[in-house]
């Protein structure tokens, strides 16, 4: 599918606009040796919650909105919402963090999101998608606490097809707010990706909206925040999605799609962390989902709606 559009092209004004305000933003760009630009939004600088609401927006592709507001829980009262005008191309294509980069000298690994996914081309999600970007310049957001080593910045710079000065890495470690706030900020992106788990047409997802629960930090436990960051989605999460189908297959997807489905709901995920010996692939990929999912079928004007609020596990999640 030829789309006409650059989601690289279309984030490049947002990721430069970061860096006009890395001042007040509190966060630190440098170049590397040999050119990549490392942006720096919480690992030693402090960074804060407004850099990881810009970042969820290039996170999307600039194809969104990320936006908060304070006063929905009177107990957890900040929450982000995204909006991004395509639901698909900005989550799947971009958000999405499932390029995974690894050196084995170093023994760096991490997950890749953003707009440079849709140029390396590395997921077999691409081919469901039909959607594959080029432009000289292209960013990349990872969740981690040290700045990736040479090797695998080059890896990025040659699957992607762009010079060193030509890449922008975003590193935003989840013990940073700013990490927090984009972390977060996927809530609508795992429920489609948990959609297109359950075999659901993504051509007939028309548009979409999610908010979530911004959780309290603790910068000194990566665990604890990877666990809250989750938990905000799984429990606190909301989405709201908009479909051209049957109605059977609307409402298969609204009962399919919350948290609450999966085989490892029911206790916070740093719990569920620890039970599957602290392997990802151990956990059933279905809990990947918000709490609650409303699907508005627009071609018959029903709705379906499943899942709920859990504030028993939101608070024993952010409190413990």
């Not at 590397?32 to 942006?39: C, H, I, L, P, S």
């Not at 977060?184 to 992106?189: A, D, Q, Y």
Request: proline share 6%.
């Amino acid at each position: 599918m030829k789309l006409p559009i650059s989601l690289n092209r279309q984030v490049e004004p947002l990721v430069r606009s970061l860096s006009d305000q890395a001042w007040s933003l509190r966060i630190v760009e440098s170049p590397t040796e040999e050119g990549v630009w490392v942006v720096d939004a919480g690992i030693n600088a402090i960074g804060g919650i407004e850099a990881g609401r810009q970042i969820a927006e290039i996170c999307m592709g600039g194809m969104g909105q990320a936006t908060l507001t304070y006063g929905g829980s009177a107990e957890w009262p900040l929450t982000i919402h995204v909006h991004p005008q395509h639901p698909v191309l900005a989550c799947l294509a971009s958000q999405y963090a499932g390029w995974s980069l690894s050196d084995k000298e170093s023994g760096f690994h991490a997950l890749g999101s953003g707009p440079a996914r849709s140029m390396a081309q590395k997921e077999d999600l691409f081919e469901k998608i039909g959607y594959k970007d080029s432009y000289i310049y292209t960013t990349l957001v990872m969740e981690v606490d040290k700045v990736p080593p040479r090797a695998v910045r080059e890896k990025i710079c040659q699957d992607c097809g762009v010079e060193p000065y030509n890449l922008t890495l975003i590193l935003t470690p989840t013990t940073s707010l700013a990490g927090t706030v984009q972390v977060v900020g996927r809530v609508l992106e795992v429920g489609l990706h948990k959609a297109h788990e359950l075999g659901f047409d993504l051509n007939c997802v028309v548009d979409g909206i999610g908010s979530a629960p911004i959780p309290p930090l603790d910068n000194s436990d990566m665990v604890r925040m990877m666990g809250r960051t989750n938990d905000a989605i799984l429990f606190g999460g909301q989405i709201k999605l908009f479909v051209q189908s049957s109605d059977e297959e609307a409402e298969r997807l609204a009962t399919e799609l919350p948290s609450s489905t999966s085989r490892d709901y029911g206790k916070p995920f740093a719990e569920v962390f620890k039970e599957h010996d602290h392997d990802f692939f151990q956990i059933d990929p279905m809990l990947f989902s918000p709490a609650r999912v409303l699907v508005n079928n627009i071609r018959t004007g029903r709705s379906f709606s499943a899942g709920a609020i859990d504030l028993d596990l939101l608070e024993q999640s952010f409190k413990e």
